[in-house]
């Protein structure tokens, strides 16, 4: 699924108008024991309820495609009897109606996930009417072309609030605060199908992570039974490893410069584009010698290339660029400025030894105290034999 694709299903859990016809939910305590398991018709619900379940549904559904947002595809295998997909296609079909299934289901959960707290497990089942397009790609919502059938999961962090006073109206007083279970946004989730090319793909689904670097691998191994890529800290540090190999010693500041010029304007020509922007070996070797790499710098490539295993794994142009900053890391000092004015930085040779040079602005501070640049301005100048009162 890309980016529009995304957001046209996101825009089905409206409050006013949500296309969710029924939602179960199992609420699984520390020890992996059931507290509480339930099964409603979504609109029979009170409306704070339905907006407050809305409000995490779309959060399933945000982030950055490929690095929040990840679509995975089931192996043949997971396809036949007795498949992880196999299920979640009898989930669907039956509409959320076959309580062995959903128990089956929150089992699968309960049994496979990592999670040492408190935990709510959501599973919706719901329709959308695909609207036609026209021949100007608006949409027709009087000519649906068929009906789009899914099922979505949110696997929700539950805590404890914290204790202290609160006001009381009734009593006009401060009182002691009563410690509620607050169920959170999702940390894990995905949709079944997949909505690519505005059709149902039963072959796919989209999953989610809150955080991009704990990609829950149990759940796709176990529960979904798809493969994950590098996550996208492991992507961009594949791409820097692959950068230093190729340059090796002639990898100076002003090459990790030009690597990140480069890979902003490579972002910013794509930005319209709702995929995201792979790079495999052909597109990197490409990139590299834009980046003035030489023949003997691309043999480099082409040897660290074949040799590391992880590079077989899709990298994302998104995923390995720092398009709003450029860092600079020593063992003693860290230098952060923003990447449209890389213009700034400047090396130079001074007795044989190279400096990071950086021009001092008129508004400079140190720990918070304006200074004056050497060399600006003085106030009073006083001759030396000049008596002071």
């Known amino acids: 699924m890309n980016k529009k694709e995304v957001l046209e299903i996101r825009k089905l859990f409206k409050p006013d108008d949500c296309r969710v016809n029924k939602i179960c939910a199992c609420y699984v305590d520390g020890h992996k024991e059931k507290i509480l398991q339930t099964k409603d018709a979504f609109l029979s619900l009170p409306e704070e309820e339905i907006f407050k379940y809305t409000d995490i549904f779309k959060k399933t559904l945000s982030g950055q495609i490929g690095k929040n947002l990840i679509n995975l595809e089931f192996p043949l295998a997971e396809e036949e009897e007795g498949g992880r997909q196999r299920m979640l296609m009898a989930l669907r079909d039956t509409r959320l109606d076959d309580q062995e299934?959903?128990?089956?289901?929150?089992?699968?959960?309960?049994?496979?996930?990592?999670?040492?707290?408190?935990?709510?497990?959501?599973?919706?089942?719901?329709?959308?009417?695909?609207?036609?397009?026209?021949?100007?790609?608006?949409?027709?919502?009087?000519?649906?072309?068929?009906v789009y059938n899914y099922v979505m999961c949110s696997i929700c962090p539950v805590t404890l609030s914290k204790p202290g006073l609160c006001y009381n109206a009734a009593t006009n007083a401060f009182i002691d605060k009563v410690q509620d279970w607050m169920v959170q946004m999702p940390e894990v989730g995905f949709l079944f199908p997949a909505f690519t090319d505005r059709n149902t793909d039963i072959h796919n689904l989209l999953y989610y992570i809150r955080n991009a670097e704990q990609m829950h691998p149990e759940v796709t191994d176990e529960i979904l039974g798809c493969t994950l890529p590098l996550s996208a800290g492991d992507q961009k540090h594949t791409f820097e490893a692959i950068i230093?190999?190729?340059?090796?010693?002639?990898?100076?500041?002003?090459?990790?410069?030009?690597?990140?010029?480069?890979?902003?304007?490579?972002?910013?020509?794509?930005?319209?584009?709702?995929?995201?922007?792979?790079?495999?070996?052909?597109?990197?070797?490409?990139?590299?010698?834009?980046?003035?790499?030489?023949?003997?710098?691309?043999?480099?490539?082409?040897?660290?290339?074949?040799?590391?295993?992880?590079?077989?794994?899709?990298?994302?142009?998104?995923?390995?660029?720092?398009?709003?900053?450029?860092?600079?890391?020593?063992?003693?000092?860290?230098?952060?400025i923003d990447a449209s004015r890389q213009d700034l930085l400047e090396t130079r040779i001074i007795d044989g030894r190279e400096y990071l040079l950086i021009p001092v602005s008129d508004n400079v501070t140190v720990n918070g105290i304006h200074i004056h640049a050497a060399g600006g301005p003085t106030d009073d100048v006083y001759e030396e034999d000049e008596e002071i009162f």
């Open 101 to 146: 299934l959903i128990d089956a289901f929150f089992d699968s959960v309960i049994r496979s996930y990592l999670y040492p707290d408190h935990y709510l497990i959501l599973l919706i089942h719901g329709t959308y009417d695909v609207p036609g397009r026209s021949s100007s790609n608006d949409e027709m919502f009087d000519a649906s072309d068929y």
């Open 244 to 336: 230093e190999e190729t340059f090796k010693d002639d990898c100076s500041f002003d090459t990790a410069l030009t690597v990140q010029k480069n890979l902003n304007a490579l972002l910013e020509g794509k930005k319209e584009e709702p995929e995201p922007t792979p790079l495999g070996k052909n597109e990197i070797k490409r990139f590299l010698s834009d980046c003035g790499a030489k023949a003997k710098h691309l043999e480099h490539f082409e040897e660290a290339y074949d040799n590391d295993r992880t590079t077989d794994a899709q990298l994302l142009a998104s995923n390995i660029a720092t398009p709003k900053k450029i860092e600079v890391k020593t063992d003693d000092f860290k230098i952060s």
